[in-house]
Each structure stands twice: as structure tokens, then as C-alpha cells.
């Protein structure tokens, strides 16, 4: 399975933050926002790794993540020159995705619990496996469900209805940006008609694998944090989280370097060695202290 993060769009509602530089590249407390979506991928043990930005941002992006490389994956660029939504991702991702699964995640969301791992390799493995599922999407509990995507389910977790921010929502259960694909979503984009809004809604491409049952829901219930980070404040509490959890724990939380570790894309000795390049911060010191 291949992997895309979308770190596009306009940011405005972080504004003036955002007026230079792409909101994905602000720091969430100690690492690039981006670090924390790339890091999703990585725990599910997906190496090969799209990022699509602006044309203006997508040089940062090449600057901070390179080839992947030095993290034992393969990381690749493309441009969304306007933010015409989410489902274009995989319009543009075509030729990326080739003939594999795809997971999209948005470049703004942050994911933290003790059964992540357990969660997105459950959702790979039904795309992968099972022949009569084509998406797999997450459900999360929050007390303002009419700001955000709406699922309903039924008891045996499968999707019944989705809306878009209603004003009178069936669940409380929201749909976060991560989302697992067959191959089949890139045709199924390409049929998408553009919203009010302009853009190629990810719902829209959720309804059609709803119409035809295809369609699966994995629930992140408590002691699972998702943050989105789409505003000052939001940034602010995950700043917060995350800096807690990691004061607390001493871990540190979406750390790319500890997790291509741990998941054998680079071996030790290649982790110390990064960890020797920044030895005069925290960070480096932090990997250095993990072969101890």
C-alpha cells in the first residue's frame, strides 16, 4: 500500500501565520506539523510515501523530508496548483498509486493512542484481504459533531448514513482526515461532479463505496487523541498534548527517525548516526539515548 499526505490549501484560517508558508510546516511544539501524518504512515509500515502541496511550498517540503531516504522510505512530490479538494489527490496521485491500495491522510491531523498501530494495520489488512471492501474510514467521538463529517453506523459497524456538518447529526461519531483506499478510488474520483463548493468532497467519493456496501468503519474510542490543528487554538492544544505526553512519558510522540527504527526501515547504527548530526539539541540527544 501507497501512501499520500495532502499538506495543501490556503490556511486562512491560521492566518497571518500561513500568508508565507504552508500551515503543514508550522511547528506543532517541536516537529514540523507534518511530522506527525508522516509518522501515521510510517506506523502502518508504509515506505512509499507521495506529499502534494502548493508550487510555492512544495521546495520546503523537498527540503525538510528529502528523497526519504535517510529514513528508509521513498518519498515523491506533486502539486496541487489550487485546493479543488480532497478527493483530487488521487486524480493527481494516478500515476503514483499505479496499480496499489492507497491510504490518504491530511496533513493537519494528529493521531495519538496505544492501539494506533493496531488500528491502521486492521484497516490495511481488510482492504488488502477482504475483496468485498474497497474503503475503510474512522469514527471518533466529539461533543460538536455538526462542525465536521457525520457518520452513522449500525451495531455491527457498518456505515449507514454520512453528512457533511449537519445541523441535527445522527451520531456524535465524526470522520478525522485518514482515510484507506483500493485502487479503485483513483475511477471513482474521476466521476466525482465538483460541490457548491467547488472541489472534489471526500464524502462524495465515501458515498459511492456506501452505495455499493463496500464500505467499513473502525472506531478510535477513549484514550485516543485526534487533534486538528486547522486553527490557532487547536494548535495551541495540541502543542499542549503533546508536550505533556512527552514531559511525562519521556517519549517523544511522531518522532520519523524512532519509528523508521523501530519498524526496521533503517537500522540502529543508521538512527545513532542521525541522532550524532543533531547531537547539540534535545532531539538528537534524544535519539542518541534510545540505543542505550
Known amino acids: 500500500m501507497k501512501g499520500i499526505i495532502l499538506a495543501g490549501g490556503k490556511g486562512t484560517r491560521l492566518y497571518p501565520m500561513t500568508q508565507v508558508i504552508s500551515k503543514q510546516l508550522l511547528p506543532l511544539y517541536d516537529k514540523p506539523m507534518i511530522y506527525y501524518p508522516l509518522s501515521v504512515l510510517m506506523l502502518a509500515g508504509i515506505k512509499d510515501i507521495l506529499v502534494i502541496s ?28 489550487e485546493p479543488k479538494g480532497l478527493a483530487e489527490a488521487f486524480i493527481i496521485g494516478e500515476e503514483f498509486i499505479g496499480n496499489d491500495d492507497v491510504c490518504l491522510i491530511l496533513g493537519d491531523n494528529v493521531f ?45 459497524k457498518n456505515v449507514v448514513s454520512l453528512e457533511e456538518k449537519p445541523t441535527d447529526p445522527k451520531s456524535n461519531y465524526v470522520v478525522p482526515g485518514l ?3 483500493s485502487n479503485s478510488v483513483v475511477n471513482v ?29 473502525k472506531l478510535f474510542g477513549r484514550g485516543f487523541a485526534w487533534l486538528d490543528t486547522g486553527t490557532p487554538h487547536g494548535m495551541l492544544k495540541a502543542a499542549e498534548f ?8 519521556g517519549f517523544y510522540v511522531s518522532c520519523p ?12 547504527e543508521q538512527m545513532l548516526a542521525l541522532g550524532e548530526e543533531l547531537k547539540m539539541t534535545d532531539y538528537g ?3 542518541l539515548s534510545l540505543g542505550e
Open 257 to 268: 527517525e524512532e519509528i523508521a527504527w523501530r519498524r526496521g526501515f533503517i537500522t540502529k
Open 112 to 156: 495519538y493512542g496505544q492501539d494506533l498501530t493496531a488500528k491502521l494495520r486492521e484497516a490495511m489488512a481488510l482492504i488488502k484481504n477482504d475483496s468485498d471492501v474497497n474503503a475503510v474510514i474512522f469514527g471518533y467521538p466529539v461533543k460538536n459533531p455538526q462542525e465536521f463529517g457525520v457518520v452513522e453506523f449500525d451495531s455491527e
Open 189 to 217: 474520483s474521476k466521476t466525482l461532479t465538483p460541490s457548491k463548493r467547488g472541489e472534489l468532497e471526500i464524502t462524495a467519493v465515501n458515498n459511492v463505496y456506501l452505495q455499493e456496501g463496500s464500505l467499513k468503519v
Open 54 to 81: 502548493t508550487p510555492s511550498d512544495l521546495g520546503h517540503y523537498r527540503k525538510l523530508l528529502g528523497d526519504g531516504s535517510r529514513l528508509g522510505l521513498a518519498i515523491s512530490y506533486a502539486e496541487q496548483a
Open 242 to 249: 503533546i508536550e505533556t505526553v512527552q514531559s511525562r512519558q
Open 179 to 181: 482515510y484507506f483506499y
Open 285 to 287: 540527544q534524544y535519539l
